[in-house]
């Protein structure tokens, strides 16, 4: 059997009340497991936290952008390759293009175009949109960009030359952005150029049992007199507190095919691939998704990390939560069942199925997480696991060659 190379991420982190990610009611998730009502957030919620996170660990051009506006963004990169197309055209070069390279449909929304018939006729039109949102990468926009401005005396019959087709359908498939290659990508119109998703995201549900309560809250006109007692408006928000089980899964193999091997001059191979999971696991770690943010303040950081390094399939750990954490009768708080119940249960699983990691890494934050830290090679800090895991996935890269 194939040696395969598997990240597995599990966080165990405390959330005061807040309501990180809320239903259609406006109330926060829950889910039902080990029979009880569990706190959660949802995978998109978190994987979205993670993405905004790359802003700050990664240079702009290894990004993508997730859009609608499509035609719009590969227009301004149009126009400045060639300061002689004017806006109207560049739009157009881009929306032909982008049909090419994509095979979606790309035209006016319906909703902007009527809003367009009801205002100045002398306004701009409305540029043409795709049906549902894009996911491509800035070095992507950049290709066919150039691609549009090489055929624009005539991009209709430029782009219906086979290879210049090709070369679209080419451009819009390759030098994928560390996000595209992470979360994957999915063209409904034209299913050669989706993108599998290297990383999963699970649900973070709580360790626990737990209760959505009920805020009410009044607000002041500040412009109230003493003659006009009373709130200016009255309300209520829902929210719960939790402590969190958090697992990701990252395939790095196919994180691989889907970067590609490093290209740049004095570059080692796995560059690129060890830049990602570098990324990923700090990004997913430090990442808090901001619903309520303003209102409850709930800024926290996980209390216990066990990062794992696999040859074979991901493994969760949320079994060893099935029956819910009970807190201490007196002294309350439920970090130190959390991490008593993951320290009785992985070495139970990996024993039963074989399934031991190559390396454990274990990042950790005061005397509740102490049950955990034989678990691994205990890091004093997050950039230092960050660190150990990149190094050791491109190790193993460069093993097998």
């Known amino acids: 059997m194939t040696s ?10 405390n959330v005061p009340p807040s309501n990180l990610n809320r239903d259609d009611t406006g109330a926060p998730k829950t889910a039902v497991y080990g029979g009880v009502i569990r706190p959660r957030v949802s995978s998109q919620a978190w994987k979205r936290a993670t993405r905004r996170a790359f802003d700050d660990l990664l240079d702009a051009r290894e990004l993508g952008v997730r859009t609608k506006r499509v035609t719009e963004l590969l227009a301004d990169r ?7 197309i004017d806006e109207v055209t560049a739009r157009e070069l881009a929306a032909e293009t982008l049909r090419t390279a994509t095979g979606s449909k790309i035209e006016v929304p319906k909703r902007r175009a009527g809003a367009k018939k009801d205002a100045d006729a002398e306004s701009p039109e409305a540029a043409p949109e795709s049906s549902y949102l894009m996911f491509l990468s800035s070095r992507q926009f950049d ?28 451009i819009a498939n390759s030098r994928h952005s560390v996000d595209i290659a992470l979360f994957g990508r999915m063209i409904a119109d034209s299913a050669d150029i989706n993108v599998d998703a290297a990383a999963q995201v699970a649900h973070a549900i709580a360790v626990h049992r737990g209760d959505t309560e009920s805020d009410y809250f009044t607000a002041v006109d500040d412009r109230n007199t003493d003659a006009e007692p009373g709130a200016g408006m009255i309300g209520t928000v829902d929210f719960n507190s939790a402590t969190l089980y958090r697992y990701a899964a990252l395939d790095v193999d196919l994180l691989e095919r ?3 091997k490093g290209l740049r001059e004095n570059e080692a191979p796995a ?15 430090a990442s808090l998704p901001t619903g309520k943010i303003n209102t409850f303040g709930n800024h926290t950081l996980p209390d216990a990390v066990v990062v794992k390094l696999r040859s074979a399939r991901p493994i969760s750990f ?28 992985i070495p139970e699983i990996e024993r039963a199925f074989g399934a031991e990691s190559t390396a454990t890494w274990v990042l950790r934050v005061g005397p509740n997480t102490h049950k955990i830290a034989d678990l691994g090679t205990e890091v004093a800090s997050l950039s230092a696991l960050v660190q150990s895991v990149g190094a050791a996935v491109a190790e193993r890269l460069e093993q097998r060659g």
Do not use: W
């Open 143 to 170: 290709g066919l960009a150039e691609l549009a401005v090489e055929g624009a005396a005539d991009i209709k019959g430029f782009l219906k030359n086979k290879d210049n087709k090709a070369r679209a359908k080419q």
């Open 78 to 84: 149009i126009r400045a390759l060639s300061s002689e």
């Open 271 to 285: 560059t690129p691939v060890r830049r990602a999971v570098e990324t990923f696991v700090h990004g997913f770690l």
């Open 258 to 260: 889907n970067l590609g």
């Open 4 to 13: 395969r190379i598997i990240l597995d991420i599990h966080a165990l982190q």
């Open 318 to 345: 949320v079994s060893a939560f099935e029956k819910p954490v009970l807190a201490d009768h007196e002294s309350g708080g439920y970090m130190e069942a959390g991490c008593a119940a993951l320290a009785d249960y």
